[in-house]
């Protein structure tokens, strides 16, 4: 079985920082695309940066030039650094990744969820 372990949530003022964390482990043979998604109370999940394998990225127009997202292929991890943190981007913040097993079959996995709260 697979597992993605989130950190680094919680609570921080209009305009501060927070790091994001997340760490695969089990039954892997590769990851391909790791990303971020969140979801806001009454609002549909949306993805807010994606990286592929060979460090490729993109992000979701709301949090480009605030938001990074970066991975390391050998720890199995992905972190998301965000600053310039808005009250919008109050949300519970997922961890997904696309892993393949050693038979070749992919599968889509998720975290458990972290919560971000941006408030004075």
């Known amino acids: 079985q697979v597992q993605l372990l989130e950190s680094g949530g919680g609570l921080v003022q209009p305009g501060g920082s927070l790091r994001l964390s997340c760490a695969a482990s089990g039954y892997i043979f590769s990851i391909n695309a790791m990303g971020w998604y969140r979801q806001a109370p009454g609002k549909q999940r949306e993805l807010v940066a994606v990286?592929?394998?060979?460090?490729?990225?993109a992000y979701a127009d709301s949090v480009k030039g605030r938001f990074t997202i970066s991975r390391d292929n050998v720890k199995n991890t992905v972190h998301l650094q965000m600053n310039s943190l808005k009250p919008e981007d109050t949300a519970v913040y997922y961890c997904n990744a696309a892993i393949s097993d050693w038979a070749m079959k992919v599968t889509d996995y998720w975290g458990q969820g972290t919560q971000v709260t941006v408030s004075s």
């Open positions: 990286v592929s394998s060979g460090g490729s990225s």
